[in-house]
């Protein structure tokens, strides 16, 4: 995607600013074993594990926050699959008219490097259809989806997918550290 001439100026920045991120994010992703991969720092931790049919799906969609308790910890495993398959996956589903199939869509990759291999995918996914829209098709509104993104802008969507990359990739940066770190 580095490589492509885009001429609308907003569609431009916006695929330089992914192309940055992609790069931070998958840097610190390179070498991630499938013990960091599912490591859980703490007891209650959520993550993606095999069910009884040996398919690994994630435990919760939304941990939820309570004012009682801190916030739940999620593994690197959950943090990878929320940006490849709820963000980006998600966002190609219910906002985008060329969907490709993406079979059962609650099963995500047992190991690192297939999960890090589905991430890529998707990623490219969202961002070849961000970029064919163009700069008047990304200021416009959606005019579908759930909930109230079809009166949001394409701009707006792709601002928040790079909210959820940028958030959760610098997580599991700070995951990957504190795992490094664990019996030093």
């Keep these: 995607m580095a490589d492509m001439i885009v001429p609308d100026p907003v569609t431009r920045d916006i695929l330089a600013t992914f192309e940055e991120v992609r790069y931070q994010l998958f840097g ?17 931790c959520i993550g993606i594990r095999p069910g009884d049919d040996g398919l690994f799906r994630v435990a919760t969609l939304f941990p939820e926050s309570s004012p009682d308790a801190p916030d739940p910890v999620t593994t690197i495993a959950w943090r990878i699959w929320h940006i490849g398959n709820l ?16 079979g059962d869509r609650d099963v995500w990759p047992g190991t690192a490097k297939e999960g890090i291999q589905a ?27 759930p909930g109230g993104w079809a009166d949001e802008t394409y701009l707006k969507l792709a601002l928040h997918a790079l909210k959820e990359a940028t958030h959760h ?16």
């Design 119 to 145: 991430l890529a995918e998707d990623w490219e996914h969202f961002i070849s259809r961000i970029a064919a829209l163009g700069d008047k098709r990304l200021l416009a509104p959606i005019g579908m989806g």
């Design 28 to 44: 610190r992703l390179e070498g991630l074993t499938d013990a960091e991969y599912h490591w859980e720092p703490v007891g209650d």
């Design 87 to 102: 963000c980006l996956r998600g966002y190609v589903i219910y906002l985008f008219d060329d969907v490709p199939d993406y």
């Design 169 to 184: 990739g610098g997580e599991i940066g700070l995951l990957r550290d504190l795992y490094l770190r664990e019996g030093v």
